[in-house]
């Protein structure tokens, strides 16, 4: 293959709610390109683009797949994403690889909310956005109620360029006819509308379309691209992927509306942090500085061969170069690149600018930004969701540990909404995604890919131990005689609480030598290992002034084990005298789910002690309530709200602030935690 002029580019992904068509819509694509014999299915398993094992026996997409074809002089790459709420994380990630979000609602299932959530993600990145509206020769659609709930939801921007005729079976082109037949709306009245919208863009096409009425097509090119890219037109489109209805159209529209590098957004380097930041738009330049930046990683499960999918954003890089992540001094030769097209590999002569290529066997994360030199600078990523859906996992055999460490750490590069870590206050191995499914499908692979099985149950809840009141001059003597030497040590302690926040502070208020120096440091350690346990409920003690004011030493017998013993349980002493509390994570919660579930949505985030901040009606008849909840009432939020609202819902979390426990759910953790043997005493 050879590398194409940057203006002949265009880079798309497919993105949108669960079975909206993508991954059928890139199968006609593939077949009308010639690159299948056969149109290929997602439900019998003969899909090229969900060719994973995991898509296949789960029938829908678990990953983001590439492919590329080339149609009219241009070279497409499209990426199919994932539409699943679970992995749009991957579906995210695609966008900082392309300058056009083509969103794709089925007509037979309407405005999923993974469409929305993808919209406006490219929307926040200043991506050029499609509406492709699939399905239409499903039975019972009602095609006209679909394009006014895209017109509702996505804006008034949003114009059809083509609408369905002869009952779903072919489209008539709006924008190179200015009259015609079709199933809904009328042909001429689009034509006018979608024209007005493109030449609102550019000046002096407004004037001579307001002095002569019409504008040469010809003109109109350069001002198409100019209006999706600045977001003032969203076309929409209309298809049958099965049936091969209106692909030829969208392939079409896909090299005349959907910008080209030099048109569509240009990412901008940043270099530095907060308002001193340096920031350089990156030109699209051939001849530039090589700037890429890594979107995917995928490893192929048969070689074990680490492929990073990069979207070069300047400059042209050859096989025999050198390519430095952001950062590092140490350069990694990139062998060869590759263009994928979901399993297949074409190989390419160089990276160059508006082009995305493969790179196999090389150390990259997703987001990192590389270059053909040493340099520095970061290029925006989406904003991620953050994942709260967590299990706690331990392998079923011993000799697993070191296995599940390297297959956790494969899918955390994978999946920049997977997360896997240790603990500090449980121990537990705790990993966290976006949902039930995102944690199954995980638990999956590493049984298929590593032969690891795990047990699961979820993680505890990272409660906190701390005090209400004080207790002053408290004392402990500790003794211990076993014939030889023995252990002595007396202490007296205050206890009262610390600013919240501010942690534990100790202070040593000893005069004279009724304590050696050498011993005070012991009471503070013996203090500090028993706040790390816990006292009444297993959990981390935080928030606490410890102060030595007395003690006793004996010239024999003491020594730094019997002072450690001695603080640690004085402070336990003091603890249960200063009137213990327990604090709970608290999370800001987001739900967005249709107007008629409202009610149930407040009514229950008030049910879980949780507390209603407001409400916003979006377009689309959603809503967004945001509330506050104690973290231990959210924990399966996730299956909750699918049943709740029909699978129509969604929410996000992130960690506020600890609040205190109220004192009957205190009391019954605080059972539970005695009911258990005293194993950590």
Known sequence: MTAAAVEKFRNIAFVGHAASGKTTLGEAILHRAGHSSRLGSVDDGTSQLDYDDESRERKHSCDSSFFHIAHEGHELNILDTPGMPDYSGLAMAALMGVETAAVCVSAATGIGINTRRMFNAAKA????????????DAENVRLEDIYAAVKQTF????????????????????????????????????????????????????????STGTVDHARLQPAIGKAVAS???????????????????????????????????????????GDSAARTVIEPRPDGDFIAQVFKITTDPKSNIKYSLARVHSGTLTPEGQVFVSGDRKGQRPGHFLKLRGAHQDEVPAATAGDIVAFAKLDFKIGNVLFSKPGDGIIEQPRYPTPMQSLAIEPKSRGDIEKIGGALHRFEDEDPCFRAHRDPDTGEMVISGLGELHLNVVMHKMKRYFKVDVATHPPRIPYRETIAGSAKYVEYTHKKQTGGAGQFARVFIDLEPNERGKGYEFIDKIFGGVIDQAFRP????????????????????????????????????????????????????????????????????????????????????????????????????????????????????????????????????????????????????????????????
């Open 125 to 136: 990145l200043g991506l050029a956005r499609m509406i492709v509206i699939t399905r239409i």
């Open 155 to 210: 804006g008034p921007e949003c114009h059809a360029i083509n609408l369905p005729a002869g009952g779903g079976k072919s489209v008539v082109d709006v924008w190179n006819n200015a009259e015609g037949t079709a199933d809904i709306l009328d042909v001429a009245k689009s034509h006018t509308e979608l024209l007005d919208a493109i030449v609102e863009t550019d000046d002096s096409l407004m004037e001579e379309y307001m």
């Open 231 to 273: 977001g003032h037109v969203v076309p929409v489109l209309f298809t049958a992927a099965r049936n091969g209805v209106g692909i030829d159209e969208l392939l079409h529209a896909l090299v005349e509306f959907a910008p080209s590098p030099l048109d569509g957004k240009h990412r901008e380097l940043v270099v530095g942090e």
């Open 522 to 681: 012991s009471v503070d350690k013996g203090v500090q290992a028993v706040m790390k346990r816990g006292i009444i409920a297993g959990c981390p003690v935080v928030d606490v002034k410890v102060s030595l004011v007395d003690g006793k030493t004996h010239p024999v017998d003491s020594k730094d084990i019997a002072f450690q013993v001695a603080g640690r349980e004085a402070f336990k002493k003091a603890f249960m005298m200063a009137k213990p509390i327990l604090l709970e994570p608290i999370v800001t919660i987001d739900v967005t789910v249709p107007a008629a579930n409202v009610g149930d949505i407040t009514r229950d985030i008030s049910g879980k002690r949780g507390q209603v901040l407001g409400q916003e009606m979006l377009p689309g008849d959603m809503a967004s309530i945001r509330g506050q909840v104690p973290l231990a009432e959210v924990a399966n939020y996730g299956s909750q709200l699918k049943s709740v609202t029909g699978g129509q819902g969604s929410f996000v979390m992130e960690f506020s602030h600890y609040d205190m426990v109220p004192p009957n759910v205190q009391q019954q953790i605080m059972a539970n935690y005695k009911a258990k043997p005293e194993e950590e005493e």
